[in-house]
């Protein structure tokens, strides 16, 4: 309706707005480019799904791993699920090769999360950390922020090997 209105103004059909019809128009394009950014940020911040590159924040020596699938037949991961990620990047002495095979506990995801006082939390990353099979942490520590709802997905460990826990 407001394009219409600013074509009928633009061709000088519309006598009260003769002269304003192009500042209208450059109001409407900037309008329009701030609620496609804001799309594109809302569309960045959705779950961790297949594919999904994420950042490793312990010292098990890989760099950046990518999702292959999200474990409790979910359609994707927040935070604290445990995923199964391929290893994309790996250091050269590390405990972990790159293309293994491994879990990982997501720490910290860009999708908001409410929290129970009422607080969302989000970061401005995807993170996790790798584990084994038993759901130990693989390395020995753990850097950045991790939040305290790994408690309740019972990921402790994590916890504990943490620097800073949000």
């Not at 128009?25 to 480019?33: F, I, K, Q, V, Y």
């Not at 999702?67 to 995923?83: E, F, H, N, V, Y």
Request: proline letters at 3%; aromatic letters at 4%; one cysteine or more.
């Amino acid at each position: 309706m407001a394009a219409s209105f600013v074509s009928k103004c633009s061709r000088g059909d519309c006598s009260l707005f003769r002269g304003l019809g192009t500042n209208v128009s450059n109001l409407l394009s900037t309008a329009t480019r701030m609620t496609w950014s804001n799309f594109l940020s809302q569309h960045r911040r959705t779950f961790i799904q297949m594919r999904t590159v994420l950042k490793v924040v312990d010292n098990s020596g890989a760099k950046k791993v990518m999702c292959i699938q999200p474990l409790k037949g979910r359609k994707g991961a927040r935070l604290g699920d445990t995923i199964i990620a391929s290893v994309k990047e790996a250091a050269p002495n590390g405990k972990v090769k790159k293309g293994a095979v491994v879990r990982g506990v997501v720490v910290r995801a860009a999708m908001q999360r409410g929290r129970c006082d009422g607080s969302e939390v989000k970061f401005d990353d995807n993170a996790v950390v790798i584990i084994d099979k038993q759901g130990q942490p693989v390395g020995s520590r753990v850097f950045g922020p991790v939040p305290h709802e790994l408690r309740k997905k019972k990921h402790v460990k994590i916890l504990a090997l943490a620097e800073h826990i949000a």
